[in-house]
């Protein structure tokens, strides 16, 4: 099973992101392409593709129903290669569209017997290390792979073996301990209860999601971090992606990078910010969070200071563990 195929499929015949809400960005779009179509910018425009990702060349977001009419030489822009980073209101623009297109999507919460996929890779000094996680809704199992060796002999261990573990329901045992992490259930539901607002979401995750607050460090840069983390979560509501999207847009500095390659090599476009100086939380340099350019599914993460390189290289929902979708 394949995810993105489903939630393509979801909700085929759904009503598309009423137009009165994104003429402002589909305005801006047009008047940026007027704009560097003058003469005395030829050049800046030749250097820019104000377009969601390289592979909706020659239409603007054709996805959602949206299409902006490019200038006469953006087939000449959009054919050229490589990354190519926007303005900041191409960027934010790109966002909106990218947020338009997945709240369009159905959330649909997996049944309680029903497992979480979730395979990652991080690289660890340029290294690739992938590992494979299957998570069961109700919070009763876990499996991975490759398996953890026990204390004690391990001279029969098998890590290509898949680990299973069955039990109580983990989230009453956290509960009760004052765990202050949250399953995948758990994360899903607080999730579900954000309002779609941006700004409003950003207030209740920063008020009562876990990631707390560090001394001397702005709001945007909070909410930068408190993103990041959310995007972890395998399963997001529709409604709380597009509010993400938002919330990117509205961070200070916030650029959006097209034919970018994430960390597994796979086409993809760059939302980032730069830190120049360090900031209180230890982040500097370029933080660059990757999304497929036509699903907008979140693929990974880098930083500069090369503590963090990881990708989601596969990811789902299956009906056993062992499974893959």
């Known amino acids: 099973m394949n995810e993105l195929s489903e939630l393509r499929g979801l909700r085929a015949d759904a009503p598309l992101p009423d137009a009165d809400r994104l003429a402002a960005p589909r305005a801006r779009l047009a008047a940026a392409f007027r704009q560097e179509t003058r003469p005395e910018r030829a050049a800046l425009t030749r250097r820019r593709m104000i377009l969601v990702g390289a592979a909706t060349a020659g239409a603007l977001a054709v996805t959602a129903g949206i299409v902006a ?64 996680e299957w998570t069961r809704w109700d919070g009763t199992g876990h499996a991975s792979l490759p398996g953890i060796p026990p204390a004690g002999d391990i001279s029969d261990f098998d890590p290509d073996e898949l680990q299973v573990w069955y039990g109580p329901n983990q989230e009453e045992r956290w509960k009760k301990e004052g765990y202050d992490d949250r399953s995948q259930r758990q994360f899903y539901r607080f ?63 916030t650029r959006v990078t097209t034919g970018v390659k994430d960390p597994l090599g796979r086409a993809a476009i760059g939302v980032s910010v730069t830190y120049v100086e360090r900031t209180p939380s230890g982040w500097q340099g370029k933080q660059e969070i990757f999304f497929d350019p036509e699903s907008y599914a979140y693929l990974g993460e880098s930083r500069d200071d090369g503590e963090m390189v990881s990708a989601r290289a596969a990811w789902g929902v299956v009906n056993k563990p062992g499974a893959r979708p």
């Not at 919460?109 to 029903?114: A, I, L, N």
């Open 191 to 253: 999730l579900a209860t954000l309002p779609s607002d941006s700004d409003r979401m950003m207030k209740r995750v920063r008020e009562e999601h876990a990631i707390g607050s560090i001394k001397g460090e702005t709001r945007a840069q909070r909410d930068w971090r408190e993103i990041d983390v959310l995007y972890r979560s395998v399963l997001i509501p529709p409604n709380v992606q597009a509010g993400l999207f938002r919330a990117l847009a509205k961070i200070p500095g």
């Open 69 to 132: 009419t490019l200038p006469e030489d953006s087939t000449r822009v959009s054919a050229r290669k490589g990354p190519q980073m926007l303005s900041a209101d191409a960027s934010a623009d790109a966002l909106e569209l990218a947020a338009a297109t997945v709240e369009k999507h159905d959330g649909t919460e997996p049944g309680p017997k029903q497992w979480v996929y979730e395979k990652s890779t991080v690289f660890a000094q340029g290294k690739p290390q992938s590992s494979e």
